[in-house]
Nanobody
Framework: QAQLVESGGGLVQPGGSLRLSCAASGRTFSSYPMGWFRQAPGKEREVAAAISWSGSRTYYADSVKGRFTISRDNAKNTVYLQMNSLKPEDTAIYYC????????????????????WGQGTQVTVSS
C-alpha cells in the first residue's frame, strides 16, 4: 500500500528552524516528483515547495523563498523540507505529496496534479 508519512513538526519560536521529513513506502516514490503543501487555519491549502524526481529542479512559493529548502534522498525514499527563519505566518499543517509521473523532470505546483498525500504534520510558530 502506497504511503507517505510526515514527521518533524512541532512548536518553535519565531526565527527558529524545523526540518520536516516525508518517508515514502509502497511504490517507487523515488521516481516521482514531490511537493510540500501547507494549510493554515481558515485558509486554502497552498504549495510551499516542489522538487523534480531527480532533485535537479525545485520550486518555492514567494512566501518561503530564501528561508525554506526542499531536498530528497531517493536511496532512502525520503523528501525533506528545511525551514529556517520561521515566522508566525508559517503556522500550518504541512503535507507532503507525490505526482505519479515517472521520471518527470518538472516541478508541480497545482495540488490537483498530485496523486498521493500524507496525513500532515502540524507546525506552530509562536513565542
Amino acid at each position: 500500500q502506497a504511503q507517505l508519512v510526515e514527521s518533524g513538526g512541532g512548536l518553535v519560536q519565531p526565527g527558529g528552524s524545523l526540518r520536516l521529513s516525508c518517508a515514502a513506502s509502497g511504490r517507487t516514490f523515488s521516481s516521482y516528483p514531490m511537493g510540500w503543501f501547507r494549510q493554515a487555519p481558515g485558509k486554502e491549502r497552498e504549495v510551499a515547495a516542489a522538487i523534480s524526481w531527480s532533485g535537479s529542479r525545485t520550486y518555492y512559493a514567494d512566501s518561503v523563498k530564501g528561508r525554506f529548502t526542499i531536498s530528497r534522498d531517493n536511496a532512502k525514499n525520503t523528501v525533506y523540507l528545511q525551514m529556517n527563519s520561521l515566522k508566525p505566518e508559517d503556522t500550518a499543517i504541512y503535507y507532503c505529496a507525490a505526482v505519479s509521473s515517472l521520471y518527470s523532470g518538472r516541478t508541480y505546483t497545482n495540488q490537483n496534479e498530485y496523486d498521493y498525500w500524507g496525513q500532515g504534520t502540524q507546525v506552530t510558530v509562536s513565542s
